[in-house]
Nanobody, 117 residues
Framework: QVKLVESGGGWVQAGGSLRLSCAASGFISGISVMGWYRQAPGSQREMVTTITNGGTTNYADSVKGRFTISRDTAKNTVYLQMDSLKPEDTAVYYC???????????WGQGTQVTVSS
């Protein structure tokens, strides 16, 4: 089992910044991709950004140039630096870890990010 614990959410005014952290523990061997997803009220969960073991990153168009994913492999932690935040970034942000063989997905409990205009 893999446990993911997010931290760093909160309230910020538009244009501000927040940094989310996700610490992975447990049976983390075999994790191939980690990422951040978000879900706003009344909307489906959507991918924000992912990073592979090789360091390849992928971003949703809506956050390109504003958000940055990074990782500290020694700490088994992934970070999401969010700059130039907009009210439409308001959502619950979830950390995700994916194993490829067999394919399994693990989720954190989520952390609320609220951006006021």
């Amino acid at each position: 089992q893999v446990k993911l614990v997010e931290s760093g959410g909160g309230w910020v005014q538009a244009g501000g910044s927040l940094r989310l952290s996700c610490a992975a523990s447990g049976f983390i061997s075999g994790i191939s991709v980690m990422g951040w997803y978000r879900q706003a009220p009344g909307s489906q969960r959507e991918m924000v950004t992912t990073i592979t073991n090789g360091g390849t990153t992928n971003y949703a168009d809506s956050v390109k140039g504003r958000f940055t994913i990074s990782r500290d492999t020694a700490k088994n932690t992934v970070y999401l630096q969010m700059d130039s935040l907009k009210p439409e970034d308001t959502a619950v942000y979830y950390c995700n870890a994916e194993k490829s063989s067999p394919r399994r997905n693990y989720w954190g409990q989520g952390t609320q990010v609220t951006v006021s205009s």
